[in-house]
C-alpha cells in the first residue's frame, strides 16, 4: 500500500506513522479530511468522537458525506470507510459530545497527538487543558467558515492570528484561564464574508485545506524527530 509514499519518506518515518496514536475530535469538513490524509499516511491507530449525523448540508463540503449515507451518525460511517482503505487500522470511535463528564474516559488512553477538528469553545478549551496536563502535542482548528480562499490556510500559533471571530473567543477563554496562547492552530486570514445568517456559510476548498494541513503537521513533526 506504501510503495509510493516510500521513494519519498523515509521508512523510519513511515513506521512512526503507524505506531503513534491520535486523538481526533470532529469528523466533519476539517476532520474528516485529516482523517483520510491520515491514514492514507499510513497511521494505524485513531481514536475519533463525534456526535452528529450525516445532513444533506454536508454534501458540499465533508469527504464522508454522500446521498446514501445521510442520517448516519459520522463516526460510524468514518470507521467503515478507513478500514476499507486500510483494513490493519486501528480505529476507535466515541459516538459522543466531549465534555467534562466523559473526557477523563477518552483519555484513559495516552496519546501523542490531538487534533481539535470541533467548532465548541468548551470542547476546545477542555481538549487544550488536557494536553497541557497530560504533555501532548495538539493542533487545534480555528474557524473555516464564510471563507472561500485555501491558499489563506496556515498554521501559527493562537497568540498570532487575527480576522478569526473563533480564535478571539480562544484566546480571550484561555487568557481568563491563564493558559498559554502558544498553541499551534490551524486558520485562515482571510476577513469572513459577511452573511446574514446565524449560521455560517461554507465550501469544500477551505476545510480541505484545514484538514490537510493538520495532517502534514503531523507528518512534518515525525520528519523533524527523525
Known sequence: MFERTLKIIDNSVLEKLQNINILLVG???????????????????ITIIDNDKIELSNLNRQIISNE???GEYKVDIAKKRYIGINSNINIKSYNLFLDESNIDMVFANKYDY?????????????????????NTKIISCMGTGNRIDPSKITITK?????????????????????????????????????????????????PAAAGLQIAYYILEDLINRS
Open 114 to 134: 490531538i487534533i481539535d477538528a470541533c467548532d465548541t469553545v468548551t470542547t476546545k478549551y477542555l481538549l487544550i487543558k488536557k494536553a497541557l496536563f497530560t
Open 158 to 206: 493562537l497568540a498570532k492570528t487575527y480576522n478569526d471571530p473563533l480564535a478571539k473567543a480562544m484566546r480571550n477563554v484561555l487568557k481568563k484561564n491563564d493558559i498559554t496562547l502558544n498553541i499551534p492552530v490551524v486558520w485562515s486570514s482571510e476577513v469572513p464574508i459577511k452573511i446574514k445568517e446565524k449560521a455560517p456559510g461554507s465550501i469544500f476548498l477551505v
Open 27 to 45: 469528523v466533519g469538513g476539517v476532520g474528516g479530511f485529516a482523517l483520510e490524509a491520515l491514514v492514507r499516511l499510513g497511521v494505524s491507530n
Open 68 to 70: 446514501n449515507n445521510i
